[in-house]
């Protein structure tokens, strides 16, 4: 595939793993390695139509303010396609724990079918629910399809709620809506929240800040993602396995380029 259609079929791209979105950007990017002008506007481009993507946001800064771009181009990919928070989770999670999950995440996705002892409250948020059930059934994981109106009483019946967030800030985190309801319920009855945070999710204040500027809507309670703060967080979850979110947010290594947010470009 040639990479600017490389680019294109990025950019178009709907609902895709935050890895997947990662490394088709690196094999599209590879080919502008001495054209820095060119790979400004392509990073810019990929940023702009894949707004909730922290990962690219982190990705197109490494890349950005690298002094040998091609050779940070593949450095990047390869740590996003080695991120071990799947793995960690897994272990991470209490013997016969019922957690409670909102939509089809990614990284807990990948974790769940990793312990037979788990059973799964999976909240109808976009309607995908019903097909993360299926997988998971298909794995040997006990899980139930729970209609948002249930959600309360889900994470009431709840071990820990697993929540997942493509982009995190220093004082909240970007969700699937939903999400903010269900961590208020968790805290008000005690039962702890975890933030699935893997590789390039925590982002330094500027970038989430141009991040965070584009996904913001007129009408939140129409939008697919929502912002919820940081403080209903009890742990996070990420390559270092369970932290707390002070120690979570120690390791931003997000450079700052606020070159990805010049603008729109089509």
């Not at 002892?117 to 994981?141: K, P, Y």
């Not at 399809?145 to 970007?174: K, M, N, R, W, Y």
């Not at 500027?213 to 939008?223: E, G, H, I, T």
Request: glycine share 10%; charged share 20%.
């Amino acid at each position: 595939m040639h990479p600017i259609e490389r680019l294109r079929y990025v950019a178009r791209a709907s609902g895709a793993p935050q890895r997947a979105l990662v490394q088709e950007t690196a094999a599209a990017l590879a080919s502008f390695g001495s054209d820095p002008q060119g790979l400004v506007t392509a990073c810019r481009r990929i940023v702009s139509r894949q707004p909730t993507s922290g990962p690219l946001v982190w990705f197109g800064a490494r890349v950005l303010t690298a002094g040998d771009a091609s050779s940070e181009i593949w450095a990047a990919a390869g740590e996003m396609q080695a991120d071990p928070t799947a793995g960690l989770l897994a272990h991470a999670l209490p013997e016969d724990a019922t957690v409670t999950v909102l939509g089809w995440p990614d990284e807990i996705a990948e974790a769940l079918p990793r312990r037979g002892d788990v059973e799964v409250m999976a909240i109808d948020t976009g309607g995908e629910a019903s097909g993360f059930v299926s997988r998971l059934w298909r794995s040997d994981v006990e899980a139930t399809d729970v209609p948002q109106a249930g959600l309360g009483a889900a994470v009431a019946a709840s071990t820990v709620v697993l929540l997942e967030s493509p982009a995190i800030g220093p004082t909240e985190f970007l969700a699937v809506s939903g999400s903010r309801a269900a961590a208020a319920v968790a805290r008000h009855a005690g039962i702890p929240v975890w933030l699935v945070a893997g590789v390039g999710r925590v982002l330094p204040q500027r970038m989430w800040d141009g991040l965070r500027d584009r996904v913001q809507v007129d009408d939140p309670w129409d939008a697919d993602d929502e912002i919820v703060p940081l403080d209903l967080v009890d742990r996070m979850i990420g390559p270092r396995g369970p932290e707390s979110v002070t120690e979570a947010l120690q390791r931003i290594d997000c450079p700052i380029a606020p070159e990805l947010f010049k603008g729109n470009i089509i």
